[in-house]
């Protein structure tokens, strides 16, 4: 198997709303945007799928050193030979890399965020880095879409929280704000135990409201320049809302189920974006 072929592999296989909006870019772009998010894709099972945190912080310290290595010319892992021919046309950095895996180490090292800012400063690395990288390759012109970039992020991964809160407690995980547990008198043991209440389905309304004015919020930054280049973007946009959407027609039942689209669906959403322009 070649890099390219593994790591169109990891993409396909994951069955991320990501490889949807892939399927329209030019083909070099398409090989870029699947090795990074193959890369993604990488970092992030050594958090969800091995269960010894010090043998997946070992694992996390191996991905920093081939980072290093491949920078310098050595890729030895077939998503970094997939990923290396491509930095240099789309700007991709060591730093951009470095930062995703620095985002999967808190993973590691945390399972509560105090406060909403504590929350934004990780979706910041494991979200946020990977829509500045994105823009990049999609074909960014405008300094002014990285800011866009970094809030669409931000909103995917609310949107991902919402979704995975089931999930997350079964891992002893919980991405909600301690201080917006405490203001709608969820407990913690709630969460985890997965009981649903009104007082935890109030609480799902308003990290709803939050995600919904971060995709305004990014919507309005993007510059109309960009906005014929960053189609997948939007319609990454258009599927994750469309699942935020649905969450809250079931009334936030995301405890002990994982609310998702078909991929028919998905593709719809994405071709709609590509050919008309909606969302």
Not at 229 to 253: C, H, V, W
Request: aromatic share 10%.
């Amino acid at each position: 198997m070649t890099p390219q072929e593994y790591v169109q592999d990891k993409a396909a296989a994951s069955g991320s709303s990501f490889y949807y909006a892939f399927l329209f870019l030019p083909r070099p772009r398409r090989a870029a945007i699947t090795a990074f998010y193959a890369f993604c894709r990488e970092v992030d099972d050594v958090v969800d799928e091995v269960t010894e945190p010090g043998v997946a912080r070992t694992k996390l310290a191996w991905w920093q050193a081939e980072v290093a290595k491949s920078y310098a010319g050595q890729p030895s892992h077939p998503v970094m030979k997939a990923l290396m021919p491509c930095t240099g046309p789309f700007g991709i950095e060591a730093r951009q890399l470095l930062a995703v895996i620095e985002g999967c180490h808190m993973d590691l090292e945390q399972t509560r965020y105090l406060d909403f800012p504590a929350l934004e400063r990780y979706c910041h690395l494991v979200a946020g880095i990977v829509g500045e990288v994105s823009a990049r390759i999609f074909g960014q012109a405008d300094q002014r879409t990285t800011d866009y970039a970094h809030k669409l992020g931000l909103a995917f991964q609310l949107t991902n929280i919402i979704r995975d809160v089931g999930e997350d407690a079964l891992r002893g995980r919980i991405y909600i704000p301690i201080s917006e547990l405490q203001q709608f008198d969820v407990k913690a043991h709630e969460v985890l135990n997965r009981k649903y209440s009104d007082r935890f389905a109030a609480l799902m309304r308003f990290q709803a409201a939050r995600a919904h004015a971060l995709y305004d919020e990014a919507l309005a930054l993007l510059p109309e320049a960009d906005r014929r280049s960053q189609k997948p973007g939007l319609m990454m946009a258009s599927i994750y809302r469309t699942l935020l959407r649905e969450i809250e027609r079931d009334g936030f039942q995301v405890l002990h189920q994982r609310v998702s689209l078909t991929p028919l669906r998905k593709l719809w959403l994405a071709w709609k974006m590509q050919a008309l322009g909606k969302m």
